[in-house]
């Protein structure tokens, strides 16, 4: 190991499953995150035809999948009847330097199932890249959407900018739940439970005392706009619905170079390995690699749009034996350029802290911050604050550019403490 | 005597008045020996915000005093701090008048007591003459009025300055025989908070004197009177909680109300006994030492009603005593309410034996309280126990002053049928001791 220390200053993993309702296919396309292609500049001759195949792929992102599925399909045509798979599952791995020196690694593996759990009559027994034990549960308690993420440590915002998916520390867990519940309370207890014995995590401990029922705020994403959500059809035309699994893991790595000029990293400084494969049951595995100096360096580019913000990564189709080189091994070495960070300021970023002395009596202030050089942002901010701690309700001022505002929709909701 | 009530009354409001003005009056009011969380203004400003907000006021476990109260200051918000020092005034004014009627009778008592010569040729100096009677009504109110604790109940606005005026308008009409307005004043301080149910029994007693019915469970025109006052009594309590869920829609407030008062859920420090001994308790014996310490404070009645059978209104001094020190949230608003009688004792002076330890006490631990709330909030080198420590003391103390009242009381009675100088049987002088 080199001389390099490093420490996690973020861990985060994130996952959810969604099942996307029956939408029209223009909903899909989000302001916020598209993936759009652009062929690299540079690309030789011997790579045309596949840059021409690549083309192909790298098409606008609501089609990727489908073209994926035919691109499958029209290989295996050849053969002689392979089966049919219904789900997919799709990794990759996105590397992007952050303004302050430290190196944010995001990790996502998506599965897609052609299914249906809540339809009547008809079990579910096979399972293959969807884990069983998630499919279990969500057909068990009618689970519409879920999300569930585990954080250790804290996001700065003001100096990280936004992360590709925000979360609390701690444990969060959402959950919508099929109409067709009529005891939602049960229901949550017993999924908490349920999830506390998955992941080993107590999650039990959330009860009513530290659940909210939010009436205005989150709206199931898979019906409204967010980040990092994509209502996902089945194919082109929308003809049914699928389950989408996508599980996430954001690291952010926090490099000492201890007074050297330099700073380089590179896969196996990080991870302490380096890739030597892609995984088998992956339809596609991709390295996204923000673009500053990065070795090996690759001919495919792509730009994405991400929370208004462009950038280029490099990608490395890790389905793709080429990219592997002589060594069968991928490291890619990244290295800084010290002009290179021009963050995006976070449109909106929130902080809150606790003002008073003493035991008895005290303040809690919830700043936020609008960023954008013109435009105003209607806000709701949704609190949950936890029984032992008595706020006064007639104490909440809002106050904005120093003069006392009033909000416009205040509602509250007591949540019932049984002692 | 007008003139120097209405000097003694602008006197207090304008003290009152300075304080509200000053930066004090918020310190005060986040004081826990002035306010708890039954009475506190800040509890009732949260309350009318919940209502304003369409949310039922006693959601979230913030707000515990009566609908009544809520929707009384619906209206007169703006107009609190009125509304407290006009409470205290009418208390101090209901006093005054109390303690004059109750003189009047004192002394006319005393007058045919005395033509029928039934006074031991030794104890007439104990008696009671016009001239030293006639400043205690005067006293009675200034003693209230003035007293720091009252004052701080009025800056901080705790509610406790409504309890004690409503009180106080049940003894006026009590002792002016009244047994209408008393039973109705009786039941709207019992819908404030229970414990004045107490206070039944020195009424009755007083009525049952004051009509020349004797005490006799076998006679009718006791059984009469009785069922007559309780019907009155029992009515107005029914009427009233009956406007209150009219008011307010639902029968929320009765939880919130009653049953945080028996059930004691919050353990915030004030003078009182409860909140240590049920930080520290085990859940398994909770509800046995709720029992325990809610029917001390009804335990009393009996046997003092016993004793006191004669004397309705020094019972009804005891048992508001008893409800002070013994109930589940005191403040210093309930001490003032009693001390306030004291000077209507004044002749019991001489037989007092532990008065100066009393006050001694008393006086240290109000000093006391303060600092070691500072210790142990703010500067974190004390704990709840010091703290606890001081309240155990301030209610020794307040036991010790209601105990030896008591015993004087006892023992000028004992003097005036006994005569002054008792002999035992061989002569030498004999002790009376309060068994």
């Known amino acids: 190991m080199a001389a390099h220390r490093y420490s996690l200053s973020f861990l985060f993993v994130f996952i959810f499953s969604n099942v996307p309702l029956h939408c029209s296919c223009d909903t899909l396309e989000q302001a916020d995150s598209i993936v759009e292609t652009q062929r690299a500049p540079q690309s030789n001759k011997a790579t045309a035809n596949r840059a021409e195949f690549n083309e192909r792929q790298w098409q606008a992102s609501d089609t990727e999948l489908d073209k994926d599925e035919t691109t499958d399909s029209q290989s295996l045509r050849g053969a002689a009847a392979p089966p049919v798979f219904k789900d997919q599952l799709q990794e990759e791995l996105v590397i992007r330097p952050l303004p302050s020196g430290d190196i944010y690694a995001s990790f996502q593996f998506r599965t897609l199932w052609d299914v249906d759990f809540l339809q009547d009559g008809h079990k579910v027994s096979h399972y293959r890249l969807f884990p069983k034990s998630l499919g279990q549960v969500l057909s068990k308690f009618s689970v519409r959407e879920l999300h569930i993420s585990f954080t250790q440590g804290f996001w700065r915002t003001m100096q990280w900018g936004q992360p590709f998916i925000p979360s609390p520390p701690g444990a969060e867990l959402w959950v919508w739940f099929h109409h067709t519940v009529t005891d939602v309370d049960g229901n949550w207890r017993e999924l908490t439970n349920v999830l506390s014995g998955i992941f080993c995590a107590s999650l039990n401990f959330i009860d009513l005392t530290n659940t909210v029922q939010p009436s205005a705020s989150f709206k199931p994403l898979g019906l409204g706009n967010a980040v990092h959500i994509r209502p996902v059809c089945k194919d082109d035309q929308c003809t049914g619905k699928a389950w989408e699994l996508r599980q996430t893991l954001n690291v952010v790595f926090d490099l000492y170079t201890s007074g050297q000029g330099k700073k380089e990293w590179s896969l196996f400084k990080m991870f302490s390995r380096t890739l030597t494969e892609a995984c088998p049951l992956a339809s596609s595995s991709k390295v996204y690699g923000e673009l500053f100096e990065l070795s090996p360096s690759t001919p495919l580019l792509s730009q994405a749009v991400v929370l208004g913000d462009r950038r280029t990564y490099s990608v490395y189709d890790l389905s793709r034996s080429e990219t592997f080189g002589q060594l069968r091994s991928l490291n890619l070495l990244l290295r800084w350029k010290a002009d290179s960070a021009d963050m995006l300021r976070p449109l909106l970023h929130a902080e809150r802290y606790v003002s008073g002395f003493g035991l008895q009596i005290g303040e809690i202030h919830t700043v936020i911050y609008n960023n954008h050089p013109y435009r105003a942002f209607p806000v709701l901010l949704m609190d949950s604050v936890p029984w032992y701690l008595q706020i006064y309700i007639h104490t909440l001022t809002v106050t904005s550019k120093n003069r006392e505002n009033k909000p416009s929709e205040f509602s509250l909701q007591f949540m019932i403490v049984h002692e | ?435």
């Open chain 2, 1 to 435: 005597m007008a003139a120097p009530l209405t000097l003694l009354l602008i006197v207090a409001v304008t003290i009152r008045a300075v304080l509200f003005r000053s930066s004090l009056a918020d310190l005060i009011s986040e004081r826990v020996e002035v306010v708890s969380p039954l009475n506190a203004w800040k509890r009732v400003v949260e309350g009318l915000a919940l209502l304003d907000l369409g949310v039922s006021p006693y959601s979230g476990d913030v707000f515990h005093e009566t609908p009544l109260i809520i929707y009384l200051f619906h209206f007169l918000v703006d107009y609190a701090e009125i509304v407290f020092v006009v409470a205290d005034g009418i208390t101090a004014v209901a006093l005054y008048l109390s303690v004059q009627i109750y003189n009047k009778n004192v002394f006319r008592k005393q007058k045919y007591a005395l033509e029928a010569d039934r006074y031991p040729a030794d104890c007439l100096e104990l008696l009671r003459s016009p001239k030293e009677m006639f400043y205690i009504p005067l006293k009675v109110a200034m003693f209230y009025l003035l007293n720091p604790f009252t004052i701080l109940s009025c800056v901080a606005k705790s509610t406790c300055g409504l309890n004690n005026a409503v009180i106080a308008l049940f003894i006026l009409c009590t002792l002016k025989g009244s047994a209408m307005m008393s039973g109705i004043l009786l039941a709207l301080a019992t819908y404030q908070s229970i414990y004045p149910l107490t206070l039944f029994a020195p009424a009755l007693l007083f009525f049952l004197q004051r009509l020349y019915i004797p005490v006799n469970l076998r006679r009718s025109s006791f059984w009469c009177f009785v069922l007559q006052y309780a019907f009155v009594y029992v009515g107005s309590l029914v009427v009233i909680t009956g406007l209150s869920f009219f008011l307010l829609g639902s029968w929320d407030f009765i939880p919130s109300v009653y049953g945080f008062i028996f059930s004691v859920p919050d353990l915030t420090p004030n003078i009182g006994l409860f909140w240590y001994f049920f930080a520290e308790m085990f859940e398994h014996f909770r509800l046995f030492f709720i029992c325990v310490f809610q029917i001390n404070i009804f335990f009393y009645t009996l046997p003092l009603a016993i004793k006191l059978r004669e004397h309705p209104v020094f019972l009804m001094f005891m048992q508001i005593a008893i409800i002070s020190i013994f109930k589940s949230y005191p403040t210093v608003g309930d001490v003032a309410l009693y001390m306030a009688f004291l000077p209507a004792w004044n002749h019991l002076y001489r037989f007092l034996r532990n008065i100066f330890l009393v006050s001694c006490v008393l006086l240290a631990c109000s000093a006391l309280f303060p600092v070691l709330w500072h210790l142990w909030i703010y500067a974190g080198s004390a704990n709840s126990n010091f703290y606890y420590a001081i309240t155990l003391l301030f209610n020794f103390g307040q036991i010790l002053l209601v105990s030896d009242y008591f015993y004087a009381y006892l023992r000028r009675e004992h003097h005036l049928t006994h005569g002054l100088y008792l002999k035992k049987k061989d002569g030498t002088e004999a002790t009376l001791v309060l068994k």
